[in-house]
């Protein structure tokens, strides 16, 4: 794997999708077409693939429709430094994933697990974790790679090559901003375990706007912060992760509520 | 005395195989199989820890089990194709309560261990390259040599215009040479059957429980079967039965096939307006899934299963 740090604002992205190939407008899956790694970009070594399952980079034993509570069309995410065996290099790792319907975006057939995985120097994020996020809301998504593209191109893709935005547009709430930050502060060195749920309508209004507004927060942070690579963010999945866990589950306030 | 045995699900992708093994609480519940109402098994779904201790946990008022009920949960919203990424382990308590023969009642109960993988990792389609991770591939063939049961869940489909028929005889045929497969008893069930009754509306279910209709199905799809030897090679050290199964089953009172024409992808009769399993327990009564695991873990016959003789016979 050749990710390392890069100058300035410019991030590389090394790609991997997971789940199955598909066909037309509706990105409909043909009865031939199975599961498999779909695309990997040439810098990631096909030996991490496994490592790169969503169940392992969640921690959980096993990855299922339960584990997630999802409105967003473009699927889940989750944000978090790769596990341990990625060291030293130890990247960031972004993950979008969803269970889609094999007949297409719009049928009501079996569904399946598309997963699309980013990987990215630590350096970027610790630098602008506010632009990676902008970044991931607007081009990560778990989207089936097409059949008709070939696979000698989908396994020898080039990295994402992106430049990060300083400021990027996006509704902050500063209410809430405030509370991460001083979260993020008072858990510096705790060395505790810490997670944070934020629901939709109350929170937050959306996943862009919890998105924009821990980016910032992120960005509050000076670069030394101790525990950088402990913090990891979750949108729309159940499960927490280690360290300091920020989530949010559009559900959480209404389940709250009807309690 | 408890036994413990490991079943594992073969065949290829939409098989069938999480639909069969998701129905099969359900199937036993309502006594929807071909053997003895006097049987009277039950299957109750159980922890890994209780199956490993192998003593019975106490949590009668506790209904969520876990991995198992997420998989009828799923299968109740359409079915999710299992990734290819491990395999899964579901655990169950058998446990017969009426008649049957003392050496068997000796033997029970029985904790199963059923493996569930998707199709692509052992039967992938013939001619694909299927990027399957080693470890994976590894687990589950260990799985396979290890189980003292393999369930083949094949769609009921023309087998010589499938796409994965190729793979599947060689599956079979490496079986066959292994010399480390501790298969005792090895199952062949035909998944999908209410499909071959959809024309025969209300008349479809007394077709379907008709033993003989179940053989004459059966030697007609094994007619273009080209793993038919491979599978009697097997039959030397283990007992190989033919079956048919039907997760949707056949609707209660009406006894057409469970297919729903009026909603969109496949799914099975619902009642409008009532949320989730519910939706769907008025109508729904899985048919025969029980077979290949009531097989598999007691090696007992029922009116569906058939044994390379009776599949052979001349008809009458």
Partial sequence: ?259 | MTEKLTICLVGPKRGGKSSLLASLTDCVSQSAFGYSPRLRPALQPISAAEFSEGRRMLEILDSDAGDYERLRRDFAEGGVATDTLDTYDYFFRLTLNGAVAPEIAARGPWLLQVVDAAGEIAVPPDGAKVAILNDVKDKFGGQLLGAEAIILVLPMVRLEDSGWVGNMARLIDRLAQSRERRARRIVVAFSQYERLFVRLGPSAFTYACDPAVALHVLRKALRAAPWLEGLRALETTAAVRFTVTSAYGFTKRWQNPNIDPHQPGERRFRRAGIEEARGFNEFWRPFLTAEPFLFAALGLDSAFTFSFQQIEARPE
């Fill in chain 1, 1 to 259: 794997m050749t990710i390392g740090p890069r100058d300035g604002d410019e991030i590389v992205i090394e790609r991997l999708h997971y789940g199955k190939l598909a066909v037309g407008e509706e990105l409909r899956i043909p009865p031939s077409e199975g599961f498999g790694v779909t695309r990997r970009s040439r810098g990631l070594d096909p030996s991490f693939d496994s490592d790169f399952a969503p169940a392992r980079l969640l921690g959980l034993r096993r990855f299922d429709a339960g584990a997630v509570d999802d409105t967003n069309p473009h699927g889940c995410l989750a944000v978090r430094s790769a596990p341990a065996r990625f060291a030293p290099l130890a990247p960031l790792v972004l993950m979008r994933t969803r269970f889609r319907p094999e007949d297409g975006e719009r049928g009501q057939g079996r569904r399946y697990q598309q997963s699309a995985i980013w990987a990215a120097d630590f350096e970027s994020w610790r630098r602008n974790p506010r632009g990676v996020l902008a970044l991931a809301d607007a081009e990560l998504r778990a989207r089936p790679d097409l059949l008709s593209e070939e696979a000698s191109r989908r396994f020898q893709s080039e990295a994402l090559r992106r430049r990060l935005d300083r400021a990027p547009a996006g509704a902050v709430r500063p209410a809430t901003t405030a509370y991460v930050v001083d979260l993020l502060c008072s858990y510096a060195y705790r060395g505790e375990d810490c997670l944070v749920t934020f629901g939709e309508g109350c929170d937050f209004t959306s996943e862009a706007e919890f998105l924009a507004s821990v980016g910032y927060a992120l960005s509050l942070l000076p670069q030394d912060y101790p525990r950088w690579r402990d913090i990891s963010l979750l949108s729309g999945l159940r499960c927490a992760l280690p360290g300091i866990c920020l989530r949010y589950l559009p559900s959480y306030r209404a389940a709250q509520r009807a309690a």
